[in-house]
């Protein structure tokens, strides 16, 4: 927790926003602060202090290329240490920055009521470090708390949901704790190799780190074929071995680095400033056959244009891997960034791969959704059902609302009476449809529409549900969602988040209404479940049962 002093508090209780929770001065700026979808810190400037009365010795707001002794507190939001200044208490925020460490950083932006920093030297390590198996760990994006341990991990996710949930969500301690509303985090008991999907990208110059620099490479030899380094779109990790991702996956992606700089190919990387160049991205997925449970891995090159004849010796390369079933070819002749091509072509095998969960076979596609981590979905589905409380006689009917490619309201089908699932992609629409005929599921519809643009016809084409899975992306539901299901009142609602700022956001709705849109709460909020579906990462997924009242 991060003390504020009651000058700045002074001034944060006039300018936050009217949804964001007053603080008192006998509260705490944390990390649920820097985390609130609602609070604008690019408009809140310093006070005008006039009181010469009382000197510090240094500055309480820093400026910017300032080196400052900082202490990090805990995680906040995207996996940043949430730190404050030593002798002043001021709020900073430093990627990579663990808690308990102690370290010196330079500020790099302030914005407002607190700022920025880049860790230049750590002077009193945390506690809980540990060694990073990964040698890109220090460099790459995707793994930032790979060098915490475990523990300190699920600790960090928790304290993170809890204090969201109290300070933007609007709950007391007393609710969650003493009434048992929040459980632990359930944990995740494959830490390493559990992605059965990653994306690398194809880049021109290899970025490396300062100390690597002096290195010096012929041109073919600096292309890349990696991760982005973190904040940059242009700038490409080149990664030989992903420890997210699975065996059989880091076996094709190591035997592409070996051949695809040869010049006799003429392959060349895709320049996203000059718009040149032929192979853009490199896609890799894991599933598992239904017959014999071996893994299957589909291939996927994202190139500018359709030219196969280039792609021969790669793909004859890759094909020899028995693991390997399926090589396509997105073609996307956009300047953008995007995996997903306009045209797709088999250059070799079947044009999808397929996976087993809670009993269902599912068919994926080169560009349809997926849980990325197979393992804990079987956790997190078996929860969400759990949650839901199907009674298991064919009487219920079943509001999926978000329901990507129809994992979870699919495997509730065979126990309730009908399955309505509602998503905005239509490709998630075709494949939830595909899956549902796989598997002889009848009583299950899927419509694609957009949840964020209903209107007051939205609801009539189904009777009334007995049960509403919500299962938002990151920016979680729409005002004009969050009426309808007021209105609705629905005897449960099971929330499932991938963001804990807004789904605390919208529990806050849904519990206890919104004023200014004259909307009155009508749920009660009765289990808050945490769980880690990304070990090492920032992420974290909420599972939230919420009564009518």
């Avoid at 102690?102 to 880049?118: D, L, S, W």
Wanted: charge should be neutral.
């Amino acid at each position: 927790m991060v003390g504020i002093s009651s000058q700045c508090f002074r001034y944060l209780t006039t300018t936050l926003p009217p949804r964001f929770p007053c603080f008192h001065s006998s509260r705490f700026l944390t990390l649920s602060t820097l985390s609130s979808p609602n609070l604008d810190f690019e408009n809140i400037e310093p006070p005008n202090n006039t009181d010469t009365s009382s000197k510090k010795p240094i500055s309480y707001f820093p400026k910017r290329g300032q080196t400052l002794e900082l202490v990090c507190e805990s995680l906040a939001f995207k996996g940043k240490g949430l730190c404050k200044v030593t002798d002043t208490g001021f709020v900073v925020m430093c990627d990579r920055a663990l808690p308990g460490e102690r370290f010196i950083g330079r500020v790099t932006r302030k914005k407002g009521n607190y700022a920025e920093v880049t860790k230049v030297k750590t002077l009193t390590p945390p506690l809980d470090l540990v060694d990073a198996p990964c040698e890109y760990a220090p460099y790459c994006g995707g793994c930032k708390t790979q060098n915490l341990s475990y523990e300190a991990q699920l600790r960090a996710k928790e304290e993170q949901v809890r204090d969201l949930v109290i300070h933007v969500g609007k709950f007391s301690h007393q609710e969650l704790e003493l009434h048992g509303i929040m459980n632990p985090i359930v944990p995740c008991d494959i830490q390493f190799h559990y992605r059965n999907k990653m994306e690398f990208s194809f880049g021109p110059s290899k970025w490396v780190p300062k100390e690597l620099l002096h290195e010096t490479r012929d041109s073919t030899e600096n292309y890349a074929l990696g991760l982005h380094a973190p904040g940059f779109f242009d700038k490409v990790l080149n990664v030989d071995k992903c420890f997210l991702q699975t065996e059989p996956a880091n076996k094709v992606l190591a035997a592409i680095q070996d051949c695809w700089r040869d010049p006799q190919l003429g392959l060349s990387p895709y320049d996203v400033h000059s718009h040149l160049g032929f192979l853009k991205h490199l896609m890799l997925r894991t599933g598992r056959d239904v017959t014999t449970n071996d893994p299957e891995v589909m291939v996927n090159f994202v190139t500018s244009s359709y030219e196969p004849k280039l792609l021969k010796f790669l793909v004859d390369k890759v094909s020899a891997f028995p693991e390997v079933v399926s090589v396509m070819n997105n073609v996307n002749t956009s300047v953008g960034n995007t995996s997903v091509g306009e045209q797709e072509y088999t250059l070799y095998g079947k044009s999808s791969i397929t996976e087993t969960l809670r009993g269902l076979t599912f068919q994926i596609s080169a560009n349809s959704f997926f849980q990325t981590n197979t393992y804990q979905a079987e956790v997190l589905y078996k929860l969400i059902e759990e949650c839901a409380g199907i009674k298991g006689d064919g009487s219920e009917i079943v509001l999926d609302l978000f329901c990507g490619t129809g994992t979870i309201g699919l495997t509730f089908a065979r126990s309730v009476k009908h399955v309505y699932g509602y998503e905005v992609v239509p490709q998630a629409i075709a494949d939830a449809r595909l899956n549902a005929k796989l598997n002889g599921i009848e009583n299950a519809t899927f419509v694609q529409g957009d949840l964020n643009k209903i209107d007051e016809n939205f609801g009539k084409n189904f009777p009334k549900p007995d049960i509403v899975i919500s299962d938002p992306n990151r920016p979680g539901m729409h005002m004009k969602l969050i009426k309808f299901l007021l209105e609705l009142r629905v005897p449960r609602i099971v929330y499932v988040s991938c963001n804990p700022a807004t789904c605390a956001r919208d529990l806050d709705y849904l519990c206890h209404g919104v004023a200014e849109k004259n909307l009155k709460g009508c749920y009660k909020l009765t289990r808050l479940q945490p769980v880690d579906m990304f070990p090492h990462t920032p992420h974290i997924e909420c599972v939230c049962v919420l009564d009518l009242q």
